[in-house]
């Protein structure tokens, strides 16, 4: 059987890539490692409901740039649908906020890692206008960016 | 010499094989998946020296030699706090109870932010859990150890100040392969990795079932015990903490009573519980789910009840009561009152469970690549296919009483 590449796998190798781009990890989680942040939204304190993980937040200082990740072994709508909701409502900026010391940076970009498959690049074709970005991961962990709302997010200057 | 290292997390199984002798040898690592409830297409592959282990729960790390496990680690990152402390303590239980040394990786404190009043503070670890794995290691003489997941708390008592305020005062590894663990260079994890060499050492040279016996005679052990009994005494811990609080001894004779309300002409409640003459009850007035409870029960027993290594081996009986339980010491029975929990929650759990499995199914309706797992459940029934808090509930509970309803155990 095809051995498949893991979430962890994805998140790990998205990492490595950002922070040799001169990104700083904010946070980051991937099953089991325990490392999660959980943001809630506006004016909800339950320690479950509707509360999001980001599987990567990331920051630019030299660019005052923030991305926001989720990632998953394989395509998965809802998570096109839980990034589309982040970047067209205000409902986790206060919590987003928090990660930054209270203050976003001058721009958000929100979007989703997977790894490099023409399945899943074809299923994810049909949601690109629900994201900023898609980053995909090949077995061998080499990271592309395959679909991006702006150029300039992981090229340099914004 | 093989070695197989099973992980929940890759992250962790590369950084125990880097940090430890392991790096010398040939090891093999193979994904865990943790049980047939939430991995039917997977479960059943897994050898069953593992599946044994993992009917309880799973540890985030199971190392075995030559197919015989020789430790496993359970990290945490939680603030350890009340009952929280004792949430992963089945996936402890799990490994122990199959004569498997085990690992237990906790924060001291942990930072928390409450939006309530806007305050930030560590929460710090329920110290009984010194005493849970003191008494676990007493009835299975193998080692159950205890390391602080590495943290700002000591450095740093003022949470404020902490460098790691963000990740909430914990030291995690900074090589990103290893994303995820704690701090490899902090001198808990180094004593950590120095026990797992002993016991690679041990089991190398008298096999892994011998070579555990030998464990807690070793120095680095008994050093160890002698920490953990430390920070036992001076965290204050003591037996009227959570969840020991939540506990009850009573006359057996009045869950008996309680109970004689199932019995017939024709059926009597049977030995085991008459057995014991005083009862435990772990009282939940919550509603019917599970963490953290099914770690909570697991520690009540090593605490209050074992005295060997089987259910059977109880001083007392070990019962869990569903709601608002009131003791008549006048008429020598139980009431018990709940609007948050019924029989008909636990019923429906496993039934859901049971739903899923094969058993009911004609040879032509079970696809090729399910005649393993059906193989799997008519050699084990349902086992392994519930969820996990019915299993451990149904492991360590004598008897379960709700408010309308109950079920126990005859032998």
Not at chain 1, 45 to 53: A, D
Not at chain 1, 132 to 142: E, N
Not at chain 2, 191 to 210: D, H, T
Request: glycine fraction near 6%; proline fraction near 4%; charged fraction near 25%.
């Amino acid at each position: 059987m095809e051995r498949r590449i893991t979430e962890e796998q994805v998140t790990k190798a998205i990492l490595n890539w950002l922070e040799a781009s001169g990104w700083e990890i904010v946070c980051f989680d991937f099953p089991q490692s325990g490392t999660g942040t959980s943001l809630h939204p506006k004016g909800e304190n339950s320690k479950t409901k509707n509360i999001i993980i980001p599987d990567i937040v990331a920051y630019k200082a030299s660019e005052d740039i923030g991305v926001f990740f989720e990632n998953k072994n394989r395509f998965y709508y809802n998570d096109f649908l839980k990034i589309e909701k982040l970047r067209k409502t205000t409902d986790y900026k206060e919590a987003l906020s928090k990660l930054f010391d209270e203050k976003l940076p001058r721009q958000m970009y929100y979007g989703i890692g997977l790894p490099d498959q023409k399945l899943f690049w074809e299923k994810a074709k049909q949601s690109l206008s629900r994201i900023d970005f898609l980053i995909t991961v090949a077995d061998s962990g080499f990271v592309k960016v395959s679909y991006t709302v702006n150029p300039k997010i992981f090229n340099g200057k914004n | 010499m093989k070695y197989r290292i099973w992980y929940s997390t890759e992250s962790l199984a590369d950084y125990v094989i880097y940090h430890t002798n392991l790096r010398n040898s040939t090891v093999i690592k193979k994904k865990m998946f943790e049980s047939d409830a939430n991995n039917a297409t997977q479960f059943h592959t897994m050898p069953d020296h593992i599946k044994q282990i993992l009917y309880l729960d799973a540890p985030d790390i199971i190392v075995e030699l030559d197919s015989e496990p020789i430790f496993s680690i359970e990290v945490s990152t939680e603030a350890g706090t009340g009952h929280n402390v004792f949430q992963r303590f089945g996936r402890l239980a799990a490994s122990v109870e199959n004569n498997v040394p085990a690992f237990y990786v906790y924060p001291e404190a942990v930072i928390i932010n409450r939006a309530k009043g806007s305050t930030t503070k560590w929460d710090s670890i329920n110290p009984l859990v010194f005493k849970a794995l003191d008494d676990v290691m007493s009835i299975y003489q193998i080692p159950a150890l205890f390391y602080y997941f590495p943290s700002d708390y000591r450095a740093n008592q003022n949470p404020i100040n902490s460098p790691n305020i963000r990740k909430k005062g914990l030291k995690f590894d900074r090589n990103r392969n290893f994303a995820g663990c704690p701090d490899g260079s902090d001198n808990e994890m180094r004593l950590m990795f120095k026990a797992i060499n002993e016991i690679i050492s041990v089991v190398k040279i008298s096999g892994a079932i011998k070579g555990r016996e030998k464990l807690l005679g070793k120095r680095l052990f008994i050093d160890r015990k002698t920490f953990m009994q430390g920070e036992y005494a001076s965290k204050g811990g003591n037996i009227n903490m959570s969840p020991l609080t939540a506990t009850i001894k009573i006359p057996t004779d009045y869950l008996l009573r309680h109970l004689s309300q199932y019995e017939s002409a024709k059926y009597k409640i049977g030995e085991l519980l008459r057995s014991r003459k005083e009862t435990i009850i772990y009282k939940v007035d919550a509603g019917f789910r599970g963490d953290p409870y099914p770690g909570a029960i697991a520690a009540i027993d090593y605490l209050l009840c074992r005295e060997g290594k089987t259910f059977e081996e109880r001083e007392y009986n070990l019962v869990m009561a569903w709601g608002n339980l009131t003791v008549d010491d006048n008429k020598k029975n139980l009431e018990l009152t709940s609007k948050k929990s019924t029989i008909t929650d636990f019923i429906d759990d496993v039934k859901a469970s049971e739903n899923k499995n094969l058993l009911k199914k004609t040879y032509n309706q079970i696809a090729n690549n399910e005649i393993s797992r059906y193989y799997m459940q008519v050699r084990y029934g349902s086992m392994f296919s519930k969820v996990k808090h019915i299993r451990v509930f149904s492991y360590f509970a004598d008897a379960i009483l709700f408010p309308d309803g109950a079920l126990w155990r005859d032998a």
